[in-house]
């Protein structure tokens, strides 16, 4: 297909039209010319809407778990295999691209979006995003990495300023979509509402063609979020082809600053190129596709992914997991446990064709040897209001008859959600007072935690002896979720955010949400573990953190070679032994710390990571490589990555701050001239 030839066939008017959406969610086509319309739905973690006649509809789809489950599992080839399970969907249902993944970088956990974000590291954000666009892109379906860029907060997102220095945006903020666009080249980026240092995102050109096209090798189109472009000229000469929705003024605006000189034709010849390459690239690739799908197999992924998304945070005495050697009766207390919450709310909101519940699954489980009794505390129409008191005293006389209690509790659908961020980290104060009452008459009590991101246990951690924090884990999570508590399997999530003791503990606390023009980044590179780690600060739980009802061990440290010059590859290699009695998955995390360095640096990053599977007693060796980025910090005065010649110490982990080896490794700079 010439697209050239095509362009230059099409009338001005038929340009400017192919320019902005021809109705909500699909673009115009040129019939007369061959060019074919395109359908978009919202995702990341479902199919959610689609056009039809020119009436949006909603759609039943598979629930996976949200971005910030898959996170959990710190698995980029389980990611990958929910990506193609939905690209599998997207052809099905006649979605040419699903807008996801979304890859902003969580700077406060009050972001009502962070649910629907991987990280607050770069690295893994940049990873799983790659791995999600990979999976759905092999479907022969388009994905649209989103929200570019330093769209980190829900609160006035359609006019804030995020001020941000250029070294936190290319160190902590750009690095995790520069990541996933070299890795897996998405056929479209999709831009930020929010300004970013006083200019739109949608009209900002050193973003979107300067660094994204020109640097990193976008070959793609940009594509606004929905009703972001403020001025469609300025927009089109920054680099975006495609306005949506469907805009009944934006061709007319276009035409009339092209009559006055103010785009030229070869700009707007430009735009369509790239447009229309990636429109006949869908085209073409909707013979590979299926056609069609099987839901259960996809409900079974669905199911292995919150398995190990599910993270265990505390478990003191072994409460976990429940057996009729430990308990002949368990409580089970709250609406969660019946209907659990699987998603926040938004565009990304999914309509599942089905939802496990814990509650049977725990029955089930429990069979004759264990006595079940189910508490219902509240109803699903539960707003806020106080929990009855007989529905309390129904609970704490279950918890005071129980061997173990658990007790189910979290965040409704609408608690996180698009278009606004939570107004604090704690649960809802009824539930916080139903843990505290509960836990008063059962000390073995176990919290389960159903939300998409941190949540400020300082209330009620302490008087508790489990908390197993269950994410948003989709329609298969509930009985995910109830295996995880019965033995079945061992957790092996661990957490991609740094739970914070409270919020006032967070590095974005100061100048958060900013004054209703911008808000300053000024903690600059400091994000999440950065922060906490350099400045030792104390936790509640640290980045990377998550039990196994297993152990693991790690010896036999290599590092080769000792001593490297800039851009060679440096291979750490060690051993992991499973030294418990069943089998577990284990997450192992490198950091790299710059022992001596002229700038301000973290005390360590994450730079590679990866997850085995082993048996009991069953040993293996893994090898990770490092490159240039490893060692890498952004120069500000140089506009360039920049290595400095000296020691790095090279960390391997459980955690952020569960630290089991250490070795280092002299990189010698090329250009040492910092």
């Not at 009559?259 to 700009?267: A, P, S």
């Not at 800039?566 to 950091?591: A, H, M, P």
Request: hydrophobic residues 40%.
């Amino acid at each position: 297909m010439n697209v050239k030839d095509i362009i230059s066939r099409m009338t001005i008017e038929e340009k400017f039209t192919l320019l902005t959406g021809k109705n909500n969610f699909q673009t115009v086509a040129i019939e007369r010319l061959g060019i074919p319309s395109i359908a978009v739905s919202d995702g990341p973690h479902g199919v959610r809407i689609l056009e039809d006649g020119g009436k949006v509809r909603a759609c039943k789809a598979v629930c996976f778990p949200t971005s910030s489950a898959m996170a959990a599992t710190w698995n980029p080839g389980l990611v990958r295999s929910v990506g193609k399970a939905l690209g599998e969907e997207c052809g099905a249902l006649g979605v040419d691209i699903l807008a996801g993944p979304g890859t902003n970088i969580k700077r406060t956990p009050l972001c009502g979006r962070n649910f629907e974000y991987y990280s607050e590291d770069p690295l893994l954000a940049g990873e799983l995003s790659a791995a999600f666009i990979e999976g759905v892109q092999g479907e022969g379906v388009g994905a649209s990495l989103k929200h570019f860029a330093a769209n980190n907060q829900e609160f006035d997102r359609l006019q804030i300023s995020s001020e941000v220095d250029i070294r936190a945006l290319r160190e902590i903020y750009f690095k995790p979509f520069e990541i996933a666009v070299r890795k897996s080249r998405p056929w479209t980026v999709m831009c930020a509402y929010n300004r970013l240092n006083g200019i739109f995102c949608s009209e900002n050109k050193s973003i979107l063609n300067d660094i994204l096209r020109d640097e990193w090798g976008f070959d793609g189109f940009v594509v606004s979020d929905w009703h972001a472009v403020h001025d469609r000229v300025k927009s089109l000469k920054a680099s975006l082809e495609l306005e949506m929705p469907f805009n009944d003024k934006s061709a007319a605006v276009l035409k009339e600053a092209y009559e006055k000189g103010k785009i030229t034709e070869d700009e707007i010849n430009s735009a369509l190129e790239r447009l229309l390459n990636i429109v006949f690239r869908i085209s073409s690739a909707r013979s590979r596709r299926l056609g069609e799908y099987n839901a259960e197999s996809h409900h079974g992924l669905a199911k292995e992914a919150a398995l190990e998304a599910i993270t265990l945070l505390k478990n003191e005495d072994m409460i976990l997991p429940v057996t009729k050697e430990k308990a002949k009766r368990v409580a089970v207390i709250g609406q969660f446990a019946m209907e659990p919450a699987i998603q926040g709310s938004g565009s990304s909101r999914v309509i599942p064709g089905n939802v496990d519940s814990p509650l049977e699954r725990i029955l089930e489980l429990a069979g004759n040897d264990i006595e079940v009794e189910f508490s219902l505390l509240y109803d699903n129409n539960f707003n806020g209001a106080d929990i009855s008191i007989k529905g309390l005293n129904k609970a704490m006389e279950a918890a005071m008859n129980a061997d173990i209690v658990i007790v189910f509790v979290g965040n409704y659908t609408d608690y996180e959600a698009e278009g606004y961020d939570r107004r604090t980290m704690k649960l809802l104060p009824e539930f916080e007072n139903c843990i505290l009452r509960v836990s008063a008459q059962n000390p073995n009590t176990v919290v389960v935690v159903q939300a998409g991101s941190a949540i400020d246990m300082s209330a009620w951690i302490d008087k508790v002896k489990g908390v197993v924090f269950a994410w948003f884990t989709g329609q298969a999570g509930g009985s995910a979720l109830a295996e995880i508590l019965f033995g079945l399997a061992s957790p092996s999530g661990k957490t991609a955010e740094t739970f914070p003791v409270r919020i006032e503990d967070t590095p974005a606390y100061g100048t958060y949400p900013g004054n209703g023009y911008a808000s300053w980044y000024s903690e600059g590179i400091m994000t999440g573990y950065r922060y906490y780690d350099t400045y030792d600060k104390d936790v509640l739980f640290p980045f990377g953190h998550g039990l196994s009802y297993t152990a693991f061990e790690y010896s036999c440290l290599r590092i080769s070679p000792e001593a490297a010059s800039e851009g060679d590859t440096v291979t750490v290699g060690f051993k992991i032994r499973n030294s418990g009695g069943i089998r577990g998955k284990e997450t192992f995390q490198l950091y790299v710390r710059d022992m001596v360095c002229k700038v301000l640096r973290p005390y360590k990053e994450l730079k590679a990571f990866g997850k085995v599977d082993l048996g009991p007693g069953e040993e293996k060796e893994v090898f990770l490589k490092l490159d240039r980025d490893a060692f890498a910090y952004f120069n500000a005065s140089l506009n360039a990555w920049h290595v400095e010649s000296g020691v790095f110490q090279i960390l391997i982990g459980s955690s952020s701050r569960d630290i089991r080896l250490k070795g280092s490794v002299n990189i010698k700079a090329l250009n040492d001239f910092s």
